[in-house]
Nanobody, 120 residues
Framework: QVQLVESGGGLVQPGGSLRLSCAAS????????MGWYRQAPGKQRELVAG???????NYADSVKGRFTISRDNAKNTVYLQMNSLKPEDTAVYYC??????????????GSQGTRVTVSS
């Protein structure tokens, strides 16, 4: 069982940047992969980015070249650096973790996530 606490969201103008953080606690065996989902108003939740314990990364096409995921294994923390933000990046962002590959990434259904609003 892993507990995930997201932070770092906020209001930013188009073209701006934000850095999200997710602190994880619990079994490290459940954190082989960590990542971020997001859910925009009226849309399904989608996987934005993921990173393995060894540093391999995976990105949704919509954020490639703009978002960078990283993790600090000593701190059990994963980050999402978001640059060149667009209004369509507006969503609630949820941290996720999993014990195996990308398909094992799961978020906490009870989490409120962290809200990102991109607007002028």
């Amino acid at each position: 069982q892993v507990q995930l606490v997201e932070s770092g969201g906020g209001l930013v103008q188009p073209g701006g940047s934000l850095r999200l953080s997710c602190a994880a606690s619990g079994s490290i065996f459940s954190m082989n992969v960590m990542g971020w989902y997001r859910q925009a108003p009226g849309k399904q939740r989608e996987l934005v980015a993921g990173i393995t314990y060894g540093g391999a990364t995976n990105y949704a096409d919509s954020v490639k070249g703009r978002f960078t995921i990283s993790r600090d294994n000593a701190k059990n923390t994963v980050y999402l650096q978001m640059n060149s933000l667009k209004p369509e990046d507006t969503a609630v962002y949820y941290c996720a973790a999993g014990p195996g590959g990308w398909r094992t990434l799961k978020y906490d259904d009870g989490s409120q996530g962290t809200r990102v609003t991109v607007s002028s």
